[in-house]
């Protein structure tokens, strides 16, 4: 089975601090990479695509690592509302572009 | 532009009794899929669909049975309710060349 192993937390972080998770997915042939953010009893919600050269958007950056196949997200100058779960999905190409999702790293930001 | 529309968001059933989860998104999007999600599980994949008239089985399908007559429309069927099926349903779609999945609002479960 494909997985997407992420550690899940809690990450208990004062605000203002940045806070970096990973997430490493086993399939080496996995075409595409995203972070999702999911907040309590909520939809996930896309949050950023991951690009090989990495990517910045805003207070968010992510960065993907092929050969070592993982996956970062790095969060800024976290604010209180930054708290969720995040979800690191991949895509294998396969059906409907065959998302794996992780179960998710929870975040925590404390003021 | 209402997105992703699940409905019911909340559905107690009994052991036994079958339902329809409905899904309908008004984005003419091609890809449609469902997933559950369980405590400390990830999102599973049950069943999705590349077009109307094209479904196909993704990693928990047992127990459920989908269609897409339309681009819109999407249902999920439940042939007889199992307390193994309580969980959060949540129906996703997206376009062919867009990326990351639009997420409906989800279904909440319990089977009891």
């Known amino acids: 089975r494909k997985e997407v192993e992420q550690d899940p937390g809690p990450f208990n972080v004062p605000e203002g601090a940045t806070v970096a998770f990973n997430c490493t997915y086993s399939?080496?042939?996995?075409?595409?990479f995203f972070w999702y953010r999911q907040d309590c009893r909520k939809e996930p919600k896309l949050l950023m695509s991951?690009?090989?050269s990495g990517n910045e958007d805003g207070r968010f950056t992510a960065q993907l690592n092929r050969a070592s196949q993982y996956i970062s997200l790095l969060i800024r100058d976290s604010k209180l509302s930054d708290s969720a779960t995040y979800l690191c999905?991949?895509?294998?190409?396969?059906?409907?572009?065959?998302?794996?999702f992780g179960k998710g790293t929870h975040l925590i930001i404390q003021p | 532009n209402a997105g992703v529309t699940q409905t019911p968001k909340f559905q107690v059933l009994k052991t036994g009794q079958s339902m329809t989860l409905q899904c309908a998104q008004d984005?003419?999007?091609?890809?449609m899929s469902w997933y559950r999600q369980d405590p400390g599980m990830g999102l599973r994949l049950i069943h999705y669909?590349?077009?109307?008239?094209?479904?196909d089985q993704g990693e928990v399908p047992n127990g459920y049975n989908v269609s897409r007559s339309t681009t819109e429309d999407f249902p999920l069927r439940l042939l007889s309710a199992a307390p193994s099926q309580t969980s959060v349903y949540f129906c996703?779609?997206?376009?062919?060349?867009?990326?990351?999945?639009?997420f409906g609002s989800g279904t909440r479960l319990t089977v009891v």
């Open positions: 991951v690009y090989s």
């Open positions: 984005m003419n999007h091609e890809y």
């Open positions: 399939n080496s042939a996995s075409q595409s």
């Open positions: 669909s590349v077009g109307a008239g094209i479904t």
């Open positions: 999905v991949v895509n294998d190409g396969g059906g409907a572009d065959g998302l794996t």
């Open positions: 996703a779609s997206k376009g062919q060349r867009i990326y990351g999945y639009t």
